[in-house]
C-alpha cells in the first residue's frame, strides 16, 4: 500500500489534488481540513490511504498523522465508507470530532450530513475508547491570501465562489441548494474572504 506521496502540486481543490510524483500525477482526494494546510503550488507531502472496491482504487490524502488516523477510525465504523468520512473531516477537524466522541456528543455528530442518530450512537461506541491522542506533523506554510488589486479581488471572488460550489457538489450536496446557500452568504459584506471558510460557512449553515 501507498503510505504517502511526496512531489510537486499540479492542482489543489478543497477536495481534490493532483500530486506530481517522478512525472506521475496522482489524484488524491482529500478533507477541506487538510486544504486549508497544503500550499497552493510547490512540494508538498501528504500521507495516503488507498481505498480499493471493484470499481476503483481511490486514494485519500491527509495533511498529518491524526487526520489519517481519524479517517482510519471512521472507516472502521459499520455504515460510514471513505467518501462518508471525509465528509465528516470536512464539517469538523481531527481534534474536534475527537472530543465530541470522547464526550460521547451524539448530538453534534449527528448535524453532520449523512449521518442519523443511528450512526452517531454507533461511531461514537465504537472509537469512544479506540481513540488516542496522536502528534500530528508539523503544518505546511498557509495558502496565499487574496490581492489587494480590485480587479483581482472581484476574478479571486468569482473563483471562491466556483471553487466552494464544485468541492460542495462532491461532498454530496445539491447543486441548486448549494448555488442558493451561496448566493446568501456572499450577500452579507462580512461574508468570508477565502475559500475554505466559505465552505465552512455553507456547512454551518445547513
Given at each position: 500500500?501507498?503510505?504517502?506521496l511526496?512531489?510537486d502540486?499540479?492542482?489543489?481543490?478543497?477536495?481534490?489534488?493532483?500530486?506530481?510524483?517522478?512525472?506521475?500525477?496522482?489524484?488524491?482526494?482529500?478533507?477541506?481540513?487538510?486544504?486549508?494546510?497544503l500550499?497552493?503550488?510547490?512540494?508538498?507531502?501528504?500521507?495516503?490511504?488507498?481505498s480499493?472496491?471493484?470499481?476503483a482504487?481511490?486514494?485519500?490524502?491527509?495533511?498529518?498523522?491524526?487526520?489519517?488516523?481519524?479517517?482510519?477510525?471512521?472507516i472502521?465504523?459499520?455504515?460510514?465508507?471513505?467518501?462518508?468520512?471525509?465528509?465528516?473531516?470536512?464539517?469538523?477537524?481531527?481534534?474536534?470530532?475527537?472530543?465530541?466522541?470522547?464526550?460521547?456528543?451524539?448530538?453534534?455528530?449527528?448535524?453532520?450530513?449523512?449521518?442519523?442518530?443511528?450512526?452517531?450512537?454507533?461511531?461514537?461506541?465504537d472509537?469512544?475508547?479506540?481513540?488516542?491522542?496522536?502528534?500530528?506533523?508539523?503544518?505546511?506554510?498557509?495558502?496565499?491570501g487574496?490581492s489587494?488589486?480590485?480587479?483581482?479581488?472581484t476574478?479571486?471572488?468569482?473563483?471562491?465562489?466556483?471553487?466552494?460550489?464544485?468541492?460542495?457538489?462532491?461532498?454530496g450536496?445539491?447543486?441548486?441548494?448549494?448555488?442558493?446557500?451561496?448566493?446568501?452568504?456572499?450577500?452579507?459584506?462580512?461574508?468570508?474572504?477565502?475559500?475554505?471558510?466559505?465552505?465552512?460557512?455553507?456547512?454551518h449553515?445547513?
Amino acid at each position: 500500500m501507498i503510505a504517502f506521496l511526496e512531489g510537486d502540486i499540479a492542482l489543489k481543490t478543497p477536495t481534490l489534488l493532483i500530486l506530481q510524483v517522478g512525472g506521475v500525477g496522482y489524484e488524491v482526494h482529500i478533507s477541506l481540513n487538510t486544504y486549508g494546510k497544503l500550499p497552493e503550488t510547490g512540494p508538498c507531502k501528504v500521507l495516503t490511504h488507498m481505498s480499493i472496491r471493484e470499481d476503483a482504487h481511490l486514494l485519500f490524502g491527509f495533511a498529518d498523522a491524526l487526520e489519517k488516523s481519524m479517517f482510519q477510525h471512521l472507516i472502521s465504523v459499520q455504515g460510514i465508507g471513505p467518501q462518508s468520512a471525509r465528509t465528516i473531516l470536512s464539517y469538523a477537524s481531527p481534534s474536534d470530532l475527537e472530543d465530541s466522541i470522547r464526550r460521547g456528543a451524539v448530538h453534534e455528530i449527528q448535524r453532520i450530513k449523512g449521518i442519523g442518530p443511528k450512526t452517531a450512537q454507533r461511531l461514537v461506541l465504537d472509537l469512544r475508547d479506540r481513540i488516542r491522542p496522536e502528534t500530528a506533523l508539523q503544518g505546511s506554510p498557509s495558502p496565499l491570501g487574496p490581492s489587494s488589486n480590485a480587479d483581482n479581488e472581484t476574478s479571486s471572488h468569482t473563483k471562491m465562489q466556483e471553487e466552494a460550489l464544485l468541492a460542495l457538489v462532491a461532498l454530496g450536496f445539491s447543486r441548486p441548494a448549494m448555488e442558493k446557500s451561496l448566493r446568501n452568504i456572499l450577500s452579507d459584506p462580512q461574508s468570508p474572504h477565502d475559500t475554505e471558510s466559505l465552505i465552512r460557512a455553507v456547512l454551518h449553515s445547513l
